[in-house]
């Protein structure tokens, strides 16, 4: 048997992490057993639509290089794969449901349920449709439709007895059928809910692996008594744990974040006197603030680095290896690596793997990467971006840091003298300003044209030995005085032939100025 799976993402504008991970996991599972992977966009609930959302999908997808058998854009045996353009297909399956008796024709209206449901609210019970119009004769239905009363199909759900399916992470689910409503199938306007297309739509689709959400987990019963409506074997059902974090949170009405608490209800305070927001455990949310696959690709986060670290969040491989490319993950991953509690998005963790995967990538790719970055804030025709590159490669976590770690060549920051205070290397601002002096001249003397560093190094050091300083006591305050920042990446050398011959006298004097 081919393993056929699926990825059914709705277009909701971006690429929530947790989807991506299904994604990956569903793309990983068919690339692994040989088998086919679809793409389906599940486009019916058309009011949340937002514009240009499936090509974000697309996008998505291709970005993090996982490719689809069958899907819209590439079509396939089994299209369309765009349920909005699958309409039609839905009312003859729900029709045949209601001649075997597992569906029922609804005309109740909408005041009537809503009356019901505000019953069952005050009573504090979950409200469930009260199998009304089950009792409709055929006469009675076919009258009704013929003087086209508004109608919907619910899904006939046994009045007792269990419901329940195998799942491959969360073992026997089974349910009283009584606790489960009957769903409608087919709504007022002819078109399918999500809970009847996703079992027509796996079902005509050929899906051997139905992988998701566990959102979906109480409601695969009732899938598994339509797929036994009809005569079919369902899917292995495979409900994912889901990613959670450890962040601040956010009432949606009122915007207003939940606050720290002690043991006596009152607010905690942080060292300023104001109150400090909870921190809590909850599902990873892009309306909580977290970041979608977009966000962290804008931050300089490397799409190796995140598919990487998403697929061990909520999957482990067998032996210690953490390191994997795509390719290789799909020639390891299995079914039975899959976690069974829920993970937690770590974004510290997710910059650790980020770091290692810069350090792995070549000089020019690491350079092509950093490129952009280096342009916010500096120009390219003035600084040296290959030297800076290779300067800045094992220093960088996120790419996002590397305007902040560049800045100061653009423009001098204003320091303090105090910088020049070092311990270990014996300087203060009065050594600082000796050996500043000593140097002035030296370097003054490096012409124009042999400005680099090897020149810089040989020619500063012989002086510094002449001198009787110590490296330290010299090379510290030079650095200091022409880059404004304690920590830069390479030293005084580096700088200095970065800034260029004028750039670098010019700091020079102007710091020997302030001491
Ligand atoms: N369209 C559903 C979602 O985005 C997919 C559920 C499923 O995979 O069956 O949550």
Redesign the pocket.
Known sequence: MEVRT?????P?GFMHLG?LR?ALYTYLYARRMGGKFILRI?DTDQEREVPGAVDVIYNSLRTAGITHDEGPDVGGPCGPYIQSQRKDMYLPYAEKLVETGHAYYCFCTKERLDEARAEAEKKGEAYKYDKHCLSLSKEEVRRRLAAGESYVIRQNIPAEGKAGFDDAIYGHVEVDCSTLDDNVLIKADGLPT?NFA?VID?HTMGITH????N??LSSAPKYNLLYEAFGWTPPVYIHLTPVMVEGTYRNKKTGEYLMATDENGNHVLDENGDPVKAIVKRKLSKSQGDPSFEDLLSEGYLTEAIINYLVLLGWSPRGEREFFTLKELEETFDLEGLSKSPSFFDKAKLTWFNAEYIRKLSPEAFLEAAAPWLAKALDPAKFDFKRLSELLQARTEVLCQLPDMVDFLAKMPDFDNALYTHKKMKTNPEVAKAALETLRPVLEGVPESDWNETTLHDTVLAAVAESGMKNGQALWPLRIAISGRENTPGGAFEIAYLLGKEETMRRLDASLRKL
């Open positions: 699926r990825f059914a993402p709705s909701t989807n299904t599940e999500y996703n796996d139905v992988m998701r959400g959102e979906y």
